[in-house]
C-alpha cells in the first residue's frame, strides 16, 4: 500500500490525531483504569477484525494510540481508515482524543564521521542502523539520528528533537521562551525552530511542514 506525505494526512482531517515520524498518534484522557482497559479491549476487537494492530499503552490516566503501517515504515489509508474507526469507538465510549499534549523525541549527535561510532549506538541501545539512524525495532527507545559536523571544538554533540503537531509548535516555543530560554534560529520553519536553555544548550521543536 502507497504511502502518503504529511500534506495528504493533514488533508484527511483528522480531529484530535497527530502526524508525528512517520505515525498517526492520539491521547484519550479516561476517568480510570477500569476505563481505559474497556476501551483497549474494544480497540482489539476492531483492530483484528480489520487485520490491522495499533500500538496501545494503556495507563491510569489514559490511553496512548500510535498507527503506522509496518510493511512500510510509513502511514497509509489503511492507518486513515483504522484511525476513523477507532475515534468512533472512543465516542461510542464518551470519551475524546485529543492529540495537544503529544510529543515524539528523537536525539541529533554531531559528529564529523558517523560511520565510525554508528556499531556502537546500534550495539548499547541494541537498535538497527538505516543509513543515518540508530532505531529501536520496537519503538520503544528514541531514534537517534546523526548530523554531520566538523572536527572544531566546542560544539555541542547532542541535541533533542522535538516533534509536535504543527499547532502546538507556536505554544511550546512560547513556554520555552518565557521559562528563559531563546530563540537561537526560525530559518527553517516551519519545519524546524532551534532554540536554547538559559546555558546555551540547544533543542529544536519539529514539525511535518515543508519536509519532502
Not at 482531517?13 to 482497559?37: I, Q
Request: glycine share 8%; aromatic share 6%.
Amino acid at each position: 500500500m502507497a504511502r502518503l506525505s504529511a500534506q495528504q494526512i493533514a488533508d484527511e482531517k483528522l480531529d484530535g490525531w497527530a502526524y508525528l515520524m512517520n505515525s498517526l498518534r492520539t491521547r484519550v484522557p479516561t476517568p480510570d483504569f477500569a476505563a481505559g482497559l474497556a476501551l483497549v479491549n474494544a480497540l482489539g476487537e476492531a483492530a483484528e477484525r480489520a487485520d490491522h494492530h495499533p500500538d496501545l499503552d494503556l495507563r491510569y490516566t489514559h490511553v496512548d494510540i500510535r498507527l503506522t503501517s509496518h510493511d512500510t515504515g510509513a502511514v497509509t489509508g489503511r492507518d486513515i481508515r483504522m484511525a476513523r474507526t477507532i475515534s468512533t469507538l472512543i465516542a461510542e465510549a464518551g470519551l475524546t482524543c485529543e492529540c495537544a499534549g503529544l510529543t515524539q523525541v528523537e536525539f541529533g549527535l554531531d559528529t564529523p564521521a558517523h560511520a565510525a561510532i554508528s556499531p556502537f549506538w546500534a550495539a548499547i541501545l541494541r537498535g538497527e542502523a538505516h543509513g543515518n539512524d540508530v532505531r529501536d525495532p520496537h519503538g520503544m527507545v528514541a531514534t537517534l539520528w546523526f548530523q554531520q559536523s566538523g572536527s572544531e571544538e566546542p560544539r555541542q554533540h547532542w541535541h533533542p528533537d522535538i516533534w509536535v503537531d504543527p499547532a502546538q509548535a507556536q505554544p511550546r516555543i512560547d513556554a520555552a521562551l518565557a521559562a528563559g530560554g531563546t530563540l537561537v534560529s526560525d530559518a527553517e520553519a516551519p519545519s524546524f525552530w532551534v532554540l536554547a536553555d538559559p546555558d546555551g544548550n540547544k533543542a529544536c521543536i519539529c514539525t511535518w511542514q515543508n519536509r519532502a
